[in-house]
Each structure stands twice: as C-alpha cells, then as structure tokens.
C-alpha cells in the first residue's frame, strides 16, 4: 500500500503541527474498555489509568509505576500496549519494542498478577525482544506467543514455556506475516486462540519461494553491504498460505483442508466460530475478484464454502474499511450468522449473512458505507459512517439489524468529519469533529441521541487571516465530475493571475480531497504557500476510495497511469481556464503513488504542468509488490501491456518541463530500483533533470539528523526557482 497509510500520516503532522491528538492508534490495537464499558484504560506517564469517559480529567490510578518497575530496575517499564484478562486479575505489558516494518510489534511481554502482585517478565530463555503478538487464553491460565517465527504457549502457574511449532526459519513463518502480507491485507498478527483454551488457530506462510530485493548500504561501515527484503514483485509467485490448529496440550498439530493451491490463493482473514467447533476463512484468488467464504470444521480439517462472491476488478477486504486492521468477525445470533461488507450492487453495503450463506442486505440505497463503528446486539443496533451527499465528509449513522431505514445521528449543522470511539454497552462515545476550518476533540455524547454529555477540551481554529480551503466541484471535458479544494494566496487580489501547484495522490489506496482540519496544509513547504503568493489546489480523480460508488473507484482497474492520470489532466485544464490562474506558472507534487502520478502528469502532459517535485515514486509499475499492483492492474503476463501502458518511464521521453526526483535508498516499500530505472530512460532521451537520493533513509525519509529539514528546504527552494510565487 504505497502511500504509507496516507491519512494516518496527515494525521500524524496535523497533531505535530497543532498539538491535536487524533483518535487513532497502530492498527490491530484495541481499546481496553472497564468492565461497564463506561471508561477504558490508557498509558500516562509510566502508568495505566482508569479513565471514566464523563471524568476523564479524574482518572484513577490501575497500575502505578512502582508496580509496574522489575525488581531488578529502578525504572518502570516503558510499555508500548497492555491487555486485560476478561477477570480483570492478570494484565499483560509489552515493553523495549523493536519495529518490524512499519510498526513495533516485536519486544519484550511481561505478566502483573493483581492477585499475587507479582510482575514477571514472560518467555524466559527466549531472545531479547524478539515475542510477537502475546495473548492469554481465554481461561487466563496460559499466554501464547510468536518467537523467531515460531509458536509458543507459557503456562503461568509454572511458567513452563511448550514450543508449539518446530519449522519456524526466515521464510517458515509460523502466527506471523511476510512482508507483502502485512503491507497490503494488513495481517500482522497470525494466530487465535480457541474459545475453550485449547486449542490455537494459525497462518502458516511458506516463503521460501520468495526473492530477496537487495538494498545497498554504503554509508554505515567501509565496505558496503546488502540488506534483504523478501520481496515479491508484480507477476511473482506469492507466498505459499495454510492454516494449522495446534492442541496446546499434546502440541499436535493438525492442517486445514483448504482447498485450491495455496500459491495462488490468498487467505486475509481466519477466525473461530463462537461454538469453537470451525474456523471461519476469507480466501481469495490470486486475481482477488474472488472471495469465498469457507467453514472448516477443526476435528477433521475439512471445509465447505458458504458464500461466494466474484467482481470483474477486485474484491476489497476488512482491512480496507477498517482502517488497516482485518482482525475479527462480526458475529450477531449468538455466532449463527455475521455481518458483511461488499460492494456487490454497486455500493459499499452492509449484509447480513447466515452460516448457510443466506444472505440480506440491511444498508440499502445508492450511497457507500464507510466503515462499522458498533455492533450493539443488546439493541439490536449497528452503528456505522457514511456520506451520502458528500464525499469530501463523514457521519454517523444508526440502523436496526434486520435493516429498515437509517438515522444520522451526527449534527448536519456540523459539517465535516465525524469519528467516535463508541463505547461497547453502545450508550456513549467520545466525539471528534474535523473540517476544513475547525477542529474539537473530548466531547461526550450519549448516544442514539447525540446528545452532549461531556463539552469538548480541545478546540482549534485556523488562525485569524489564513488562507481557508474553499472545496469546489469541476467537471471535466469527458463528463467527469471531481471535488476538489483550493487555498488562495493571503493577500488574493481577483486582478491578478498566480501560479497554482497542484497536490496529487491518485491511487486507490488514499484519498486527498477531504474536509477534514489540515486540507490545503503543505507539510514540505517551508512556511506559508498562501502568504507567498501561491493557489494550493487538490482534486480527486476516479479511483481514489471516494464513499462514490464501485463504478467510481474501480474505474481505474488495469487503468492505473491512464485514467487518473488524465482525469488530473483534464480537470487541471478547465482549472486553467479562470482568470486568477496563470498557465505559464503550473506545479505538481505528490508521494509513493502521487510521485507516480506526478511523473506521468510532467510526460503525458506536457503542455499543462511545467514543473514537478516526485517523491518515492514507482517508476515502473513491474516493480512493485505483487498483492497490490495485481489487485489492481491484474497478473502479468496477461495484463503486461497496461503496466507498461501507466509506468512512468514508458513517457519520460516527453519531458519538456522541470523536474526534482527525491527517494529514499533504503525504501522498503517502493525500492529505489524505480529511481536509477527512470534516471537510465532520461539519460538515455537526454532530458535533464534534478535528483536527491537520501542514503538509507526509508519510504517516509524521515531517518537521520536534518533530513525533514533539509527535504522542506530542497522542496521549497526548487518550487519557488521553477515555478515563482505572486500575483503577476
């Protein structure tokens, strides 16, 4: 997913830049609500407190330091994440975290006992740092773990460590993920325990098969060394997948009867049934334009699909409307049926669907549901974002299980975007509000009423005499109409004509045209595009996870370079065409998939955009990693000729125009390869370009002394020389 998380990242800056905490957290990380679901537990200054939500600035005190500092130390533990056992008695910590990838899912777990007020720190004898994704059994008497890609169960009365699995290596990967896998579905962790506690559920991923992708570090010792990243490009065979159930007692380990090969199969999702008797499996073909849903009954191994579903692009799963992070299921009938998110008649709906794959669709209209945020069986209510009127924003809706008609129950006179942390009883939620102009956090609100219980402690503004972002809808010369926003110059004088810079991301994995508080902010400009005489302007393309319908974002299947490319194209001409723009001065930026974009823009169309700033650009879409360019573009060799149709080299023979080429050599993600192949195409045509390579810095080149600060300076100074500021 080559935006980096696009939204989370805006988030990220907005907070450093406003002092705003978002309602956000690493993906797969859980609330940990109090017993009454009227308050939940957070980490504060070496502490877990008790945080009532109509009481937060009274919290009390769970864990104190002194409880949570080893015998050994002087120092609490800095934990990362904590989880609760269900009698509220034991409290598992996870502490000296290490990253793996994108987030730090690797460290060290500790036990506090409430009851024998003992901490204890857990796999004893195992590397320093190295468990991943502890949990306790449901009875709380044993925790499970990853170890160097291996299983292990620690009995907590003797702490007696069993090692479930015996073939874990770099590539026998057991309750964990490969690379592409936590990239792209979001699967980080791999295995579940069984409702009785005994018995564990996991992946178990083959990637022998998978090459090493090089890096080169030639900076951090005299001789240079390489880097591995097992790496599985477009048109590469993926990682072989299986499912295992383990009896944590006898240490058998027994596999899943899943059919189809398990090379060009994919399964994101696995869970139990609430009976314990079944698993319950998303798989999809390697193509992802289908998705079966199968039961696979534990004693025997055997499977039988229940639901079926085929799309003539691709099949979005979990992960997609749930903010990165596929884990759970949602079980309403006491586990006898689920809900379902598809896309299957046009719209992004939620369905009800039985184990005998009976199915009824409860959202009903011509609108998108944008994620699930309750499920409240005691009510028989599902909670839910949506947008029907605007796809910049976001509200909260309410709707009965069996279906019928759905309420907003988020104000219209606030518009923008509404998120909640509801509370699992369903009666309150913490409310935050996002536009364009304004921002307030801390509000409580009862729900289904909406009514405020607690006011919010956070508000922000932007600040007397800034430029606002004025949102607008352009339609194109092929019909198609796009939102967009735009920031005008401080002091905008209607006589006058500016440059304009354009901001593009145009790929399905993030949008940019929200209304949300940061839109039209630049976080590489080094000070204010608006005060120096700039038009910031954004618009959305087709493609893009707009809440506008399938035939909207999937217009771009096997269309990625082409499409989008000249919906930004067309939509910057009509934009052209007013009379405060002058077409003489036109920039585009953008990262990941927006410098591809950005580069395709410069080579396609020459004679609209005359200056360009790419960052981490995919040059050739044949280098990027198999899950998501085949989501998205197909298989190769089939669908070859439209990856090389969209990559930007294919076009660099026609840069007329300015271009700056940032990346990272340490990128992970979009490897630097895309660099040195489009500088090969330049050279070759003779087209004369800048470059800035930051050694060993990643996809976000953020690592090292300076670096934020000298990419803005570089960023800013090559805008300002190439595309000059002010009203002329």
């Known amino acids: 997913m080559r935006n980096v998380n696009h939204l989370l990242w805006i988030c990220l800056i907005i907070s450093h830049l406003f002092s705003i905490n978002f309602l956000f957290a690493q993906p797969g990380i859980k609330t940990q609500w109090t017993e009454d679901g009227n308050g939940y537990y957070e980490i504060s200054d070496g502490q877990i407190l008790e945080i009532k939500l109509l009481d937060p600035n009274h919290p009390n005190v769970f864990l104190d330091a002194s409880t949570l500092t080893p015998k050994d130390s002087s120092t609490p533990l800095k934990i990362k994440q904590f989880s609760i056992s269900t009698d509220r008695r ?118 022998r098969s998978i090459r090493n992708y090089l890096m080169l570090n030639t900076t951090d010792s005299t001789y240079s060394f390489t880097v591995p990243v097992e790496y599985p490009k477009a048109g590469q065979n993926p990682s072989a997948c299986f499912i295992y159930v ?58 039988k699909t229940i639901y079926s579903e085929q799309d003539k692009a691709w099949i979005d799963i979990k992960s997609r409307w749930n903010d990165d992070d596929p884990t759970g299921w949602e079980w309403v009938d006491d586990g006898k049926a689920f809900l379902w998110v598809s896309e299957k008649d046009g719209w992004r709906h939620i369905y009800k669907i039985d184990l005998r794959g009976r199915e009824t669709l409860l959202t009903k209209g011509n609108y998108d549901i944008i994620g699930i945020d309750l499920i409240d069986e005691n009510n028989q209510k599902i909670y839910y974002s949506a947008s029907p009127s605007n796809a910049t924003q976001k509200y909260l809706y309410q709707i009965n299980l069996k279906g ?94 500016y440059p304009v810079v354009f901001y593009v991301y145009g790929e399905p994995a993030g949008q940019t045209v929200t209304d949300t508080y940061g839109a039209g902010f630049n976080r590489l400009y080094e000070g204010s595009m608006a005060d120096d005489g700039y038009i910031y302007i954004s618009v959305e393309n087709r493609g893009a996870p707009a809440p506008k319908g399938r035939e909207w974002r999937k217009a771009i299947y096997r269309n990625i370079g082409t499409i ?118 330049l050279v070759k045509h003779n087209k004369q370009f800048q470059l800035m390579s930051y050694p060993n810095r990643s996809h976000s080149i953020s690592e090292g002394e300076g670096t934020s600060a000298h990419l803005s300076r570089l960023y800013t100074n090559y805008l300002k020389q190439y595309c000059p500021p002010g009203g002329r």
């Open 90 to 207: 034991k409290v598992l910590l996870f502490a000296n975290t290490k990253r793996v990838w994108r987030y730090h899912t690797r460290g060290d777990y500790w036990l506090y006992d409430i009851d024998k007020k003992e901490l204890k720190q857990l796999g004893n004898g195992l590397p320093a740092s190295s468990l991943m994704f502890a949990k306790l059994s449901p009875d709380g008497s044993s925790v499970a773990y990853v170890s160097e890609h291996n299983l292990y169960v620690e009995d907590l009365s003797s702490h007696r460590i069993s090692q479930l699995t015996e073939d874990g290596t770099d590539r026998m990967i057991n309750g964990t993920f490969d690379w592409v896998y936590e990239e792209e579905f979001g699967c980080r962790d791999g295995f579940r325990w069984s409702g009785d506690s005994k018995h564990i559920a996991y992946w178990k991923i083959d990637a």
């Open 246 to 303: 383990v009896d944590v007692k006898t240490n058998e380990n027994k596999k899943m009867d899943i059919p189809g090969d398990p090379i060009q199969h994919y399964i994101p999702r696995m869970e139990w049934t609430l009976d314990g008797q079944s698993l319950i499996i998303q798989q999809l073909n390697r193509q992802q334009q289908e998705s079966n849903i199968l039961l696979c009954q534990v004693e025997n191994g055997k499977t």
């Open 404 to 497: 019928g008609e759905a309420t907003q129950l988020s104000p219209s006179s606030q518009a923008g975007t509404h998120s909640y942390r509801i509370s699992p009883n369903g009666e309150l939620a913490e409310h935050e509000f996002s536009s364009s102009s304004t921002y307030f956090a801390g509000e409580v609100v009862s729900l289904p009423k909406h009514q405020e219980k607690l006011a919010a402690n956070v508000h922000r503004e932007l600040p007397a005499g800034t430029s606002k972002p004025e949102f607008f809808k352009i339609t194109t010369a092929d019909g198609i109409e796009m939102d967009g926003w735009m920031v005008k110059p401080s002091q905008f004088d209607s006589t006058k004509r």
């Open 564 to 681: 989008n490319i000249r919906d930004q194209a067309m939509a910057a001409k009509e934009i052209l065409k007013w009379n405060f723009i002058d077409s003489s001065r036109v920039a585009v930026w953008g990262w990941s998939g927006g410098g591809s974009s950005t580069l395709n823009l410069l080579f396609q169309y020459p004679e609209i955009y005359q200056t360009g700033i790419a960052v981490a650009a995919v040059g050739n879409q044949l280098m990027y990693d198999n899950i998501y360019q085949e989501r998205y573009m197909g298989v190769p060799p089939e669908s070859q000729a439209d990856y090389v149709k969209g990559s930007p080299i294919t076009h660099a023979k026609n840069l007329r125009g300015n271009l700056l080429y940032i990346h990272g050599t340490g990128d992970d993600n979009v490897h630097y390869q895309n660099a040195e192949m489009l500088i090969n195409e």
